[in-house]
């Protein structure tokens, strides 16, 4: 049997969290991209699991609507809509707004040279072209925002949210502007922190992924229909 790429063994500590962890996550890359069917053997090979454990963490992720189950035909990953995909940006703004809220307040120091470290090395993976390094430090800064807010119902709502957004920050292309419009954005974040400003910070997160959401259309908008050559 093939062993899929991009996939490590798995311990068996905490194997049915770590595994619905890791599904979500090659979920969220795009290793398992929209409408792709789960192969049981190959996933069991890769991850060196069973099928009882990986068929109970698909079921999670069915439940979580990231993966649909059919009787007889097995799992495949669900499909997001252009419509979903958008709407799913207006309801991460508002979560991720709240999260500001309750951040700015309450973050401690270190937190907030975490932060600030994070943000200088997102920079300076821009400058050097390096996208993965930036959209790890990108991503990092937002969920140490969530943890910051200590609002564990608020981060499992947005996790959620999230892996069905995630991968179109990788293939969806950003122009100049949009780059320098991202990371003013980000510098207003972190000014609003270091104000203790949930208010600020919260509009600015809103507009932040309203941004985003824009984004994401125009990406969209220029891609060829399902019955164009690409």
Known sequence: MDQLPDIEPIERRSLHKDLVDSLRRLIARGVLPPGSKLNEKDLCASFNVSRTPLREAVRALAAEGLV????????CVATVSEDQILESFVVMGALEALAGELAAPRISEAQLDEIRSRHAAMLGCRAAGDLDGYYSHNRRIHD????????????????????????????????????A????????????????????????????LESKRQQVARWLSRQPLPDQDP
């Open 68 to 75: 649909v189950v059919t009787p007889h035909r097995g799992a």
């Open 144 to 179: 140490a925002i969530f943890e910051a807010a200590g609002n564990e119902i608020l981060g499992n709502m947005r996790q959620l949210i999230f892996t069905r957004i995630m991968n179109l920050r990788f293939i969806a292309r950003i122009d100049d502007d949009e780059w």
């Open 181 to 208: 419009t991202a990371i003013a954005e980000h510098e207003e974040m972190l000014a609003a922190l270091t104000e203790r400003d949930g208010a600020k910070l919260g509009a600015v997160l809103r507009r932040h």
